[in-house]
T-cell receptor
Framework: GQQLNQSPQSMFIQEGEDVSMNCTSS?????WLWYKQDPGEGPVLLIA?????ELTSNGRLTAQFGITRKDSFLNISASIPSDVGIYFC????????????FGRGTSLIVHP | DGGITQSPKYLFRKEGQNVTLSCEQN?????MYWYRQDPGQGLRLIYY???????QKGDIAEGYSVSREKKESFPLTVTSAQKNPTAFYLC????????????FGPGTRLTVT
């Protein structure tokens, strides 16, 4: 099946810093999704990307669909304590199942 | 408001008992899914259903069963055959025909002792 590598596994940052995380796949993807999961809650969809090169923002979050179609990036600017949580990427391969493959998540901790 | 509900939020059971987790959605989505999440691990797919009265096994279906009698509902039964049932269970739904983004419920934390 598809392999999806998400990095880093965890991040410890100071409030106000910018954050960057990424996912790479072994296959070409036609959809990338980014989710945030608060402790003890279900993941919430942050951004969906459908086109290679696409750059989409949602407040302080910006995600990009890589040109090679095998990677995606999520940036968070000026982090705040409520950014704490686990961020998951997910993607659908071209011609593959409609069910997305999920990365293992990036755990973000923000120190005030 | 449209969304996905899971109940209860916390569930405790004794070993050897079957337990059913509820999942309801009013998003008019065709597809529904069950995932299991363990600490430090990603989401593992248990079962999924594309339409009413049809469902497919995911990657870790052993010890679980589901039904899909209504479009809005997709209950998951954790049977006594599941060797390590203690986990966080997430239900999700998605549209079809190109709208494949999954939307998740709040989850049920099951503890079996």
């Amino acid at each position: 099946g598809q392999q999806l590598n998400q990095s880093p596994q965890s991040m410890f940052i100071q409030e106000g810093e910018d954050v960057s995380m990424n996912c790479t796949s072994s296959s070409i993807f036609n959809t990338w999704l980014w989710y945030k999961q608060d402790p003890g809650e279900g993941p919430v969809l942050l951004i969906a990307l459908y086109k290679a090169g696409e750059l989409t923002s949602n407040g302080r979050l910006t995600a990009q669909f890589g040109i090679t179609r095998k990677d995606s990036f999520l940036n968070i600017s000026a982090s705040i304590p409520s950014d704490v949580g686990i961020y998951f990427c997910a993607g659908r391969a071209s011609g593959g199942s409609y069910i997305p493959t999920f990365g293992r998540g990036t755990s973000l901790i923000v120190h005030p | 408001d449209g969304g996905i509900t899971q109940s209860p939020k916390y569930l405790f059971r004794k070993e050897g008992q079957n337990v059913t987790l509820s999942c309801e959605q009013n998003l008019n989505h065709d597809a529904m899914y069950w995932y299991r999440q363990d600490p430090g691990q990603g989401l593992r797919l248990i079962y999924y259903s594309q339409i009413v009265n049809d469902f497919q096994k995911g990657d870790i279906a052993e010890g679980y069963s589901v039904s899909r009698e209504k479009k809005e509902s997709f209950p998951l039964t954790v049977t006594s055959a599941q060797k390590n049932p203690t986990a966080f269970y997430l239900c999700a739904s998605s549209g079809s025909q190109g709208a494949y983004e999954q939307y998740f419920g709040p989850g049920t934390r099951l503890t079996v002792t």
